[in-house]
């Protein structure tokens, strides 16, 4: 499957570095917790990317979802095992910059994934465009609606990029529909039962609610299992293009999912350190564009993880906005 939109124009072929493979080349790939899907499509697409290149990974993730004192720690621990390279999702973006910036006294290559980090030096940025991906997924959900209705957002963590981008997204297609009016913005920091929970206090307050943007596919299925159990409809979107938001497309339930492909950015993440390991050419910036994820269009989508591949390196420099 190729989930490619090109971001620039494809760059001229480059002769590539041969680069002997180093021993032991071992990536550590940080995430932010164990209980969102999105993480866990990251880690496997930084698993996938090291096993065709003959490295190893091993995985940091706090016990307690997205602890800073718990990264932090980890990555002490990582600066005295001394990894080859490691690809670093930052609980917080600004909280994380002195650990970044321990990692770059270290000396140990780094490449940021999904959160741009406030500060700190990194040999690369793979990342989503959250506010187009808000955007988009939103305005899906608001034709489908007939432009027309009473709509809640389900926002993720308060104050982390993700979330405030994707809720600006919203709000901005929101203002594009005038005969839609929203009800409630509420946190449930992209955790499934807190999109339960809340739903369901929401459903307290508002008898009539017609549609649900949600800004990860998590809550988006929290407030399914809300609706359900309540005998209530209503059509709800998230984000990130998981498993359980397919599941959910395919059974009539989630209307859509901006596809925010933690797989594609854990595979170019991991392939561009290992790359830049063996001084090899790579690209330094590489921002996904939005894909809407509904019942048109899901089977490629439709697959176990752990069988999709990884993209070839022309494919991502054809979609990379920079290179070194």
């Known amino acids: 499957m190729s989930n490619f939109k090109i971001l620039a124009a494809a760059l001229p072929f480059a002769v590539m570095a041969t680069g002997a493979m180093a021993a032991d080349e071992t990536i550590a790939v940080f995430t932010k917790n164990q209980t969102n899907p999105y993480f866990q499509t990251v880690r496997v697409g930084a698993d996938a990317a090291a096993k065709s290149m003959g490295a190893k990974v091993v995985h940091y993730i706090p016990t307690k979802p997205d602890s800073i004192p718990e990264q932090l720690s980890q990555i002490e621990d990582v600066i005295v095992k ?15 910059v002195p650990g970044v910036e321990q990692i770059n006294d270290a000396k140990i290559p780094v490449v940021n994934v999904t959160d741009r980090s406030a500060g700190g030096k990194f040999l690369a940025f793979v990342g989503a465009d959250d506010y187009s991906l808000g955007l988009e997924t939103a305005r899906y959900l608001l034709k489908e609606m007939g432009g027309k209705g009473n709509v809640v957002i389900l926002e993720g963590v308060k104050g982390s990029l993700t979330n405030v981008d994707r809720v600006r997204g919203f709000n901005d297609a929101l203002k594009e529909f005038k005969d839609v009016k929203l ?54 979107v998230g984000i ?46 590489v921002v996904l564009k939005p894909t809407v994820v509904n019942a048109s269009n899901y089977q490629p989508y439709d697959r176990p993880l752990e069988s999709r591949a990884c993209p070839s390196w022309s494919e991502v420099e054809a979609i990379s906005t920079k290179t070194n």
């Open 82 to 96: 001394k990894p080859s390279a490691i690809v670093f999702v930052p609980v917080d973006y600004k909280a994380m």
């Open 183 to 236: 009800l409630a913005s509420q946190p449930a920091n992209y955790q499934r039962l807190q999109g339960l929970q809340v739903m369901e206090n929401l459903m307290q307050s508002h008898p009539q609610i017609d549609g649900i943007l949600a800004a990860n596919d998590a809550m988006a299925v929290g407030a399914i299992e809300a609706l359900d159990g309540a005998n209530r409809k209503a059509k709800v």
């Open 240 to 285: 990130n293009g998981t498993k359980e938001a397919v599941d959910a497309i395919k059974a009539n339930k989630l209307l859509a999912t901006g596809d925010y492909n933690g797989f594609l950015q854990g595979c170019i993440g991991t392939m561009a350190a290992i790359r830049a390991l063996r001084n090899e050419t790579i690209v330094t910036e």
